[in-house]
T-cell receptor, first 116, second 114 residues
């Protein structure tokens, strides 16, 4: 079946520009996560969506970062006025939630963002 | 909040040797535990998960992990390393709730020496 799809796979942008990263989760997965992975680093949690609940934005590093999830499916992560330190791989993951406590995350291949 | 500790940011083994990647969790209540592998330029892929049905869990590519409650550990092993096992490995724990309930270790980079 189809996995988590992220687009674009690579994005090069100039400092100060806005970028949008898209994530299409697995159908039926109610939980959606965004992570950031800088070169050689672990996973940095950014934001979490669960069904129709208010998202957990506790990981967003600044107010330049925002995300939305439309219709409980596709999610878009927006970074405004990009800075060089925003360069990283942005990973999206989804999972069945609710009573499926041991359901694992399914990850997309990520978007590699380079800010020049 | 619970934490997940992976000992060793880099582990190097010879091809054919035993692979041992260490993971410890902090929760007093055993969480659900996972190991993920990340190959270059890819997302994370599930290797195996602990579901409380058995303490020894077998995963893909010959990997297995043993849950030891007394040691709060979930170490990943493979009897004989292959060159294709070179990758980043992440241990994760889920103890319920929202995003706060899901915690990743910092990862271990596995290097296979020919």
């Amino acid at each position: 079946g189809a996995g988590v799809s992220q687009s674009p796979s690579n994005k090069v942008t100039e400092k100060g520009k806005d970028v949008e990263l898209r994530c299409d989760p697995i159908s039926g997965h109610t939980a959606l996560y965004w992570y950031r992975q800088s070169l050689g680093q672990g996973l940095e949690f950014l934001i979490y969506f669960q069904g129709n609940s208010a998202p957990d934005k506790s990981g967003l590093p600044s107010d330049r970062f925002s995300a939305e999830r439309t219709g409980g499916s596709v999610s878009t992560l927006t970074i405004q006025r990009t800075q060089q330190e925003d360069s990283a791989v942005y990973l999206c993951a989804s999972r069945r939630a609710g009573r499926y406590y041991n359901s694992p995350l399914h990850f997309g291949n990520g978007t590699r963002l380079t800010v020049t | 909040a619970q934490s997940v500790t992976q000992l060793g940011s880099h582990v190097s083994v010879s091809e054919g040797a035993l692979v041992l990647l260490r993971c410890n969790y902090s929760s007093s209540v055993p969480p659900y535990l996972f190991w993920y592998v990340q190959y270059p330029n890819q997302g994370l892929q599930l290797l195996l998960k602990y579901t409380s049905a058995a303490t020894l869990v077998k995963g893909i590519n010959g990997f297995e992990a043993e849950f030891k409650k007394s040691e709060t550990s979930f170490h990943l092993t493979k009897p004989s390393a292959h060159m294709s096992d070179a990758a980043e490995y992440f241990c994760a724990a889920y103890s319920g709730g929202g995003a706060d309930g899901l915690t990743f270790g910092k990862g271990t980079h596995l290097i296979i020496q020919p």
